[in-house]
């Protein structure tokens, strides 16, 4: 005779309604933006051809005279590396504010019910 798989949302159900409320909408948003993790990293290579592509065509400008050229590579350089950046920086804070939300259904399960810090 097998035993039955518990169920996780049984361990819940001891939980006040309003803790049970907060796990479930913040494990959607953890899905939610795992979610969106995925497509940026999915993404992220599709961005770095993109930015090359764009800083190697501002240095066609050279064919307009050396100052033009420069002015062309350099703020093509500037605006690839900032975007990339970018791309960069919202999937490192992603990572975070997935590890901060799963970190906060694990408190609220603990039975350790906070009110999160604002940020600023």
């Known amino acids: 005779m097998t035993t039955p798989t518990p169920d996780p949302n049984d361990a819940d159900a001891a939980l006040p309604p309003k803790v049970r409320e907060r796990i479930t909408r913040y494990e959607a948003k953890?899905?939610?933006?795992?979610?969106?993790?995925?497509?940026?990293?999915?993404?992220?290579?599709?961005?770095?051809?993109?930015?090359?592509?764009?800083?190697?065509?501002?240095?066609?400008?050279?064919?307009?005279?050396?100052?033009?050229?420069?002015?062309?590579?350099?703020?093509?350089?500037?605006?690839?590396?900032?975007?990339?950046?970018?791309?960069?920086?919202?999937?490192?804070?992603?990572k975070g504010e997935i590890a901060e939300t799963v970190e906060d259904v694990a408190l609220l399960r603990a039975g350790k019910v906070h009110e999160r810090r604002p940020d600023w």
């Open 30 to 94: 953890a899905a939610r933006l795992t979610g969106v993790l995925g497509d940026y990293e999915r993404r992220r290579p599709i961005y770095r051809r993109c930015f090359i592509a764009f800083t190697i065509s501002g240095y066609a400008g050279f064919a307009f005279g050396v100052y033009p050229g420069l002015w062309a590579s350099l703020c093509t350089t500037v605006i690839s590396v900032a975007g990339y950046a970018m791309v960069y920086t919202r999937i490192w804070e992603l």
